[in-house]
């Protein structure tokens, strides 16, 4: 059942700048949705118009069936953490926490409950007391998350709440929130330009470009089948060549792959661990580097023309640069402009 449905929304600023343009999104109840993109996609200007903090151009937004477009936050049943979290720093966790509530005239017992509760479920039980300043960057986001949160908003909006912490701390609070979604089943729109943390913690990754939807998939299928040139790219790291298809084969500087299509230019992706490599001589490449990461390896490779592609190897011992290499593709894409992939 889609609990928040997004129609046809534009956003057009002064300018003009069309930063969401005519976007369409069903989420599902108790769905984590990642919005991904690069830098001026639209995602927070998208998130912030679920919200209530940017007014649709055009569209409509209904949540529950209800149309939400033009509400003002406040009459929304969302709650939206920021990337800065905007905490009132002369008050204390407690009363940062309570403040909503308050206004809202609830009993002082409940109160208290519940923000003794969402405490806890933040990690930060017994912090109450604490002024904001006293607290690390890890757990005044915690609070900030715990202030949404206390207010049992039907819609969770999350915007690159973890950008200015570290990585180590970034990937602790990742696995929190996504511990706390799945125990309060919350839906949750979470916007960031880390493919790892879509890919950590998404049910469905939408890849934004130019305002509009690129790809909308779970995190696998978004990895395993990207649907443009544009995703292959983005998510991961992929090998993407461009190139001839001619008689059934795609053509690159003595690199060729079966690729049943039509003749004609094409892009060809492979990601490196699809990319098995055998010793030979000449060889179809040449080996630049090789860098071993204990696990794994990877080699960098050039084909004849000098294009560059990588290889993840298990045995990284068996190659040393100036080696010639044939190339095993075992999962390749491969694209037309505004095509969708053909898989082979
Ligand atoms: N208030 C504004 N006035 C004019 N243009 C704006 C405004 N806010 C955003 N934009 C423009 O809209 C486009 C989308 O911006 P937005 O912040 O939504 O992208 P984003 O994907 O969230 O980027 P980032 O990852 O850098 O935060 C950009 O071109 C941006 O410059």
């Known amino acids: 059942m889609s609990v928040l449905k997004i129609s046809e929304v534009s956003k ?37 118009m ?33 990337q800065s979290h905007a905490l009132w720093t002369h008050m204390n966790v407690f009363k940062n926490l309570a403040f909503g509530l308050k206004l809202r005239r609830l009993p002082a017992s409940e ?3 519940r923000v003794e509760a969402v405490l806890e479920l933040v990690g930060l039980a017994g912090y109450g007391g604490r002024g904001v300043n006293q607290l690390s960057g890890g757990q005044q986001q915690r609070v900030a998350l715990a202030r949404s949160l206390v207010l049992e908003p039907k819609i969770l909006l999350l915007d690159e709440p973890f950008a200015s912490l570290d990585q180590h701390l970034r990937e602790r609070l990742r696995e929190e929130v996504r511990d706390i979604q799945q125990r309060l089943k919350i839906t949750t729109l979470f916007v960031t330009h880390g493919q790892d943390e879509a890919l950590a913690m998404a049910d469905r990754i939408v890849v934004m470009r130019d305002g ?15 649907q443009t040139p544009f995703v292959a790219g983005f998510i ?31 892009v060809l992706a492979v990601r490196p661990e699809a990319l098995d490599l055998t010793a030979a001589e000449p060889g179809t490449a040449r080996v630049h580097r090789v860098t071993d990461y204990g ?9 004849r023309d000098g294009t560059r592609l990588k290889s993840m190897v298990a045995h990284p011992d068996l190659f040393k640069p100036g080696q010639g290499v044939d190339l095993r593709p075992q999962a390749v894409s491969a694209y037309r402009d505004n095509q969708r992939a053909y898989r082979s």
């Open 12 to 48: 057009i600023f002064a300018g003009p700048t069309v930063a969401v343009d005519k976007f369409s999104l069903d989420v599902a109840d108790g769905e984590l949705v990642c919005l991904l993109g690069p830098s001026g996609s639209g995602k927070s200007t998208l998130l912030r």
């Open 236 to 266: 991961g790291t992929m090998n993407l060549v461009e190139g001839e298809v001619s008689n059934g084969h795609f053509k690159r500087a003595g690199f060729a792959v079966d690729m049943p299509i039509a003749d004609g230019p094409a």
């Open 295 to 303: 696990t794994h390896g990877l080699v960098d490779l050039d084909l």
């Open 50 to 82: 679920i919200g209530g903090f940017e007014r649709p151009t055009s569209g409509l937004i209904t949540i529950d069936g209800e149309d939400i477009t033009h509400q003002p936050p406040e009459k929304r049943p969302t709650g939206m953490v920021f």
């Open 212 to 226: 509009r939807t690129e790809q909308v998939d779970r995190p696998d299928i978004i990895y395993r089948e990207p």
């Open 111 to 113: 109160i208290k409950q």
